[in-house]
């Protein structure tokens, strides 16, 4: 990785602890992310937003220090361990007046120690699609948005065309041409998240 | 997947990755992976509500879009941040904001519904609102709202913060997406409601307030590309009432012209000195429709100099209102007359602003004890009163941005105590009531007079053994707010009030006759027509009555004449309205009360309409007179524009050497307004003019304008002078670069074409000057700009030009026609008018009819 490149990813950005810029767009980024996975863990939502603010402080101390080697894993199954350390550190000191938790030791983390968390990934795939969801709605003919967005809640190509006026194969390139966007979406974003970008 | 990248550069767990979203699956996979990401769970519960999904986070709360389960309402539902780990000092702060904001009761803020407690933690519920963020709004889907529309929005948004300031509530986070629009249709019409969002951040001015880090925690909270540049200093000082404004011109700025005024997309170094050095790039140039008193308007808000600000977002309110009524700003820099201009456009109750504030209103505490002292229950009532209004006023804090805002806090609070303390005691609730009205009226605050006086009528009306004269005293006060405001309910309101008047006193009474003055100035200032008839027998039966009781020299008989004035100015009877202004500054002259500030108010008046009907000689006197009343009055600051009236006088009087002391001496005077170091030496008036043009290309954005206008009356001068070559050599010295400083200097560029033409005229080529003259018509010939009277005067002068009584070539019909429009735009008495038909005359006396 180039510390000079142009364009700082986010993950090299947060190496500078004083960039809020930042921070704040990590935890808009996965904020929710940790806080869906606790609830799903069984934490209470106020519990979950605490797990959240403790995964914070720990990324910002770990942060300045991180150096992404994708032969030992990626962001996100780091941030997993992250989060799940964090809820047993929570959990266990939850009456203490003094809640800390330690930062995950860099070196010990690796890819395949831990079994597949299958809710992460599953929240975490979510995550995923919903922000590309919004970025192609954003961005495109507001139009076509409508039209994908029928298809989207199971509508037939046949149907969609039908209320919209329109051609079934125009239909058809609109959905194609939804899908293009959003796996291009997605690849850009997951490698923004490992730093690639 | 080639489209996207999956290169070589790629690891291969990015390959797995994207392969969870089913792209290369069979059956659509991919769809139905996108649909499932839409439906999410819960994320828990608050009582009795259910929380669904984040939708924001502050400096300090969370907020969450939740449905309450009983009725399936939408409302928003904010937590603190940090939870358990907060600080007792945060939650403390937190809870303590959430009064506040509780407190908040404004059509454009969020309103709050509950408060509520979750495991030990406070949660507040606040209404839920289903907008777009200003910025989207203001895009309107790729194309700009209009000016029109985006201005009152943004009005409604400073009276929303206006609301909080003087509740003591500073938002300190004000950022398009802290404001959402949402939209009401009617049929084929739409309106829009900004609503503020967002007090997560708000710091409550009142009480012991907590030291700066607790809020900062050594970090800047607020959002970088709206933070006010005093902000950004190393202190990290907490955002106080100013920043809020600046915060706002930012906004203002950026739904004008889709971007924001400084470089916020670079590192954060570049963004803080972009924030504190950087000029923002000027609007008018770039953004059609943006004119300068718009543009003046925001870059004042966004001074750097926190002072350099208005002091109050409801100053910002104001001359956002004056823009868009037409009237002149107060951010605007004044022109020749200007500022004369502005003063006859106050009106008398004004004297009062001169008063210290504090002393305005101890003087009515007093004022309420003295007057009602003859009866021992009303003496209670008044002792109550003037101990509410005494106590008020001790507990008021007055090191506050700006004396302003702290005398509104005052009058805020006075208004909310009264309501809960003196339940009991309707009369003295209703005296306090009045006695708040009557200051913000004093302060020309008169919306928030209204209500204030609303209740004081009301409580009034329910007295058993009401004293109708109060009771008047209240409607016209009332009544005076309403004309302010252009309601109509004004006119009845004055009406009720001099019927109780007539029924209660014998006449001539000096009350009846305030009563009529106030009925004369509601019929004047009404728009659906101006009542002029109605409200001229009224003032008449007023000064009449006035002179009956209180005496032909009494200030309320100078006052109704100066009101009188005015009327006839805005009926264009100039010629009246002089004689009116003349009578009302001779009740203080008869009784040498010159140093009467009401007394340079009329004179102001006085001097302006004589310069319109072109008695330019008493002019020179009143001037004169004005000069050093003003300058002890107003300060050295406020004598430039009277300067140029005063060398614009003597150009009209042929007195071309004394005009040129003076202008230079207004020239010093305008270089002190621009900050611009005054030239050392004893230079001449038109060294100076050199000089003030070698600063144009460098001048503030905001100087500009004016600068140019100086520059160009001064040409003016020269011609009148007939010193063609000085005109000439100053034009064509402003000619290459006035596009590039003042693109929409549309009135300069088009004078400075028919100076152009004035000269080729004299010079004996008349064809030449119909040709500038016509490309100055071309200028002023744009839609939307109300030029309706260069362009009548400019036609004139290409009416007079073409006609040429050496060959007996008159064209008498398009000069009568020239004339008449004339007379539409300027009325009769204005000296145009005037001297056109004279000059018509003439033309008829030397020209037989064919």
Redesign the interface.
């Known amino acids: 990785m180039n510390p000079d490149t142009t364009r700082a990813s986010l993950l090299l950005r947060m190496r500078d602890p004083d960039d809020h810029r930042a921070w704040h767009d990590f935890d808009a980024a996965y904020g929710e992310l940790i806080v869906r996975y606790c609830r799903a863990r069984g934490l209470q939502l106020s519990d979950a937003e605490d797990v959240r603010q403790l995964v914070m402080l720990s990324l910002s101390k770990s942060m300045p220090r991180f150096e992404y080697r994708p032969e030992i894993g990626r962001f996100r199954d780091y941030l997993r361990r992250t989060v799940r350390n964090a809820i047993t550190r929570y959990m266990q000191r939850h009456n203490n007046d003094e809640i800390g938790i330690d930062t995950i030791a860099l070196e010990s983390m690796s890819v395949g120690d831990d079994a597949m968390d299958a809710e992460w990934d599953r929240q975490w795939t979510q995550l995923h699609c919903r922000t590309a969801l919004r970025s192609l709605r954003r961005e495109s003919d507001p139009r076509h948005v409508d039209v994908f967005e029928r298809l989207l809640n199971g509508d037939s190509i046949q149907c969609a065309a039908e209320s919209f006026g329109m051609s079934p194969e125009s239909v058809r390139k609109i959905k194609q041409r939804a899908k293009q966007r959003l796996q291009a979406l997605i690849a850009r974003q997951l490698r923004q998240e490992d730093g690639l970008d | 997947?080639t489209?996207?990248?999956?290169s070589n550069?790629?690891?291969d767990?990015?390959v797995i990755?994207?392969a969870?979203?089913g792209?290369d699956d069979a059956n659509d996979a991919?769809?139905h992976?996108?649909?499932?990401?839409?439906i999410?769970?819960p994320?828990?519960?608050?009582g009795e509500y259910e929380?669904q999904?984040?939708i924001g986070?502050g400096g300090q709360g969370?907020v969450y879009r939740a449905r309450r389960t009983r009725d399936d309402q939408h409302v928003a539902i904010k937590?603190l941040?940090?939870?358990?780990?907060a600080t007792a000092d945060l939650r403390r702060r937190f809870e303590r904001e959430m009064q506040a904001i509780a407190a908040l009761n404004h059509p454009n803020i969020a309103r709050a519904i509950d408060v509520v407690d979750?495991?030990d933690?406070p949660v507040i519920v606040m209404e839920f609102i289903d907008g777009e963020s200003l910025t989207t709004w203001a895009r309107a889907?790729g194309n700009r709202r209009p000016i029109a529309e985006v201005i009152p929005l943004f009005v409604d948004v400073c009276d929303a913060v206006q609301h909080a300031h003087i509740r003591g509530v500073i938002h300190r986070d004000l950022k398009p997406s802290n404001v959402l629009v949402t939209t009401q249709r009617r049929g084929e019409s739409r309106s829009y409601r900004p609503v503020v969002l967002d007090f997560g951040m708000a710091r409550v001015l009142n009480g012991s307030d907590l030291p700066s880090n607790a809020t900062t925690s050594g970090?800047?909270l607020g959002t970088?590309a709206y933070a006010a540049p005093e902000q950004l200093k190393g202190d990290l000082r907490p955002a106080d009432a100013l920043a809020d404004i600046y915060a706002l011109g930012v906004m203002l700025y950026e739904a004008l012209a889709g971007r924001n005024p400084h470089l916020v997309a670079g590192s954060?170094g570049e963004t803080v000195r972009s924030i504190q050095e950087k000029m923002p790039e000027r609007l008018s140039a770039s953004v059609p429709g943006v004119s300068r008193e718009l543009e003046a308007i925001i870059f004042k808000a966004l001074s750097k100099a926190p002072t350099d600000r208005y002091q109050s977002v409801d100053a910002l309110a104001a001359d956002l209102r004056r823009f868009l009524a037409g009237d002149p700003v107060m951010a605007r820099a004044p022109g020749t007359l200007y500022l004369a201009g502005k003063l006859i456009r106050r009106h008398p109750v004004t004297f009062a602003v001169g008063l210290s504030i504090f002393a305005l209103v101890s003087t009515l505490a007093t004022a309420l004890v003295v007057a009602n002292a003859h009866e021992k229950a009303a003496l209670r009532v008044a002792k109550t009163t003037s101990d509410f209004l005494a106590e008020t006023l001790a507990a008021a804090e007055p090191d506050r941005s700006g004396a302003d805002v702290t005398l509104l806090e005052v009058l805020a609070q006075a208004g909310n105590r009264a309501e809960r303390e003196l339940s009991g005691s309707p009369e003295a609730a209703a005296q306090v009531y009045i006695a708040i009205g009557k200051t913000y009226n004093s302060l020309w605050r008169w919306r928030d007079a209204i209500p204030h006086l609303e209740k004081a009528t009301q409580l009034l009306r329910t007295l058993p053994d009401l004293d109708d004269d109060v009771l008047a005293k209240a409607l016209t006060s009332l009544g005076r707010a309403y004309t302010s405001v252009r309601d109509p309910k004004a006119r009845q309101i004055q009406e009720e009030a001099l019927a109780i008047r007539r029924r209660l006193f014998d006449e001539p009474d000096a009350r009846i006759a305030e009563s009529l003055k106030e009925l004369a100035y509601a019929l004047q200032q009404a728009t659906d027509p101006p009542q002029w008839d109605l409200a001229e027998a009224c003032y008449e039966e007023a000064i009449a009555m006035y002179h009956a009781t209180l005496g032909p020299d009494d200030r309320e008989t100078a006052s109704c004449l100066h009101n009188f004035g005015w009327m006839r100015v805005r009926q264009r009877r100039y010629a009246d309205a002089v004689e009116l202004y003349r009578q009302a500054i001779d009740t203080f002259r008869r009784t040498n009360r010159r140093d009467d500030p009401f007394y340079v108010e009329c004179l102001f008046g006085y001097s302006a309409q004589l310069s319109v009907v072109g008695r330019d000689e008493e002019n020179l006197d009143v001037i004169n007179e004005l000069v050093p009343r003003l300058r002890a009055s107003h300060g050295e600051s406020e004598i430039g524009d009277l300067l140029w009236a005063k060398a614009e006088t003597l150009v009209q009087l042929g007195q071309f050497d004394a005009a040129d002391d003076v202008y230079a001496d207004a020239f010093t005077a305008f270089f002190d307004w621009c900050d611009i170091k005054t030239p050392s030496t004893d230079r001449d008036a038109d060294a100076l003019c050199d000089e003030l043009i070698d600063h144009l290309p460098a001048m503030a954005s905001d100087k500009t304008g004016p600068a140019l206008s100086v520059v160009e009356a001064f040409a003016h001068s020269r011609i009148a002078a007939s010193r063609f070559e000085r005109a000439e050599a100053i034009f064509d010295r402003l000619n290459p670069g006035i596009d590039q400083w003042a693109p929409d200097a549309v009135l300069t560029r088009a004078s400075i074409l028919e100076g152009r033409a004035e000269i080729a005229n004299a010079g004996g080529d008349p064809l030449l000057a119909q040709q500038w003259l016509s490309r100055a018509l071309e200028i002023v010939d744009k839609p939307g700009f109300p030029f309706d009277r260069k362009r009548a005067w400019l036609e004139r002068q290409l009416a007079v030009i073409l006609s040429d009584p050496t060959t007996h070539q008159v064209d008498f019909q398009r000069l009568t026609e020239v004339y008449e429009r004339l007379a539409d735009v300027y009325g009769l008495d204005h000296r145009r008018t005037r001297e056109t038909r004279q000059l018509i005359e003439k033309l008829r006396r030397e020209i037989p009819p064919q």
């Not at chain 2, 994320?43 to 608050?46: C, H, I």
């Not at chain 2, 941040?81 to 780990?85: D, L, R």
């Open positions: 997947m489209d996207f990248g999956a550069s790629t690891p767990d990015a990755d994207l969870r979203f792209f991919w769809l992976v996108f649909r499932n990401a839409q999410v769970e994320l828990g519960r608050v929380l999904a984040e986070r969370i937590r941040i940090g939870g358990k780990f979750d495991d933690q889907h970090r800047f970088l954060l």
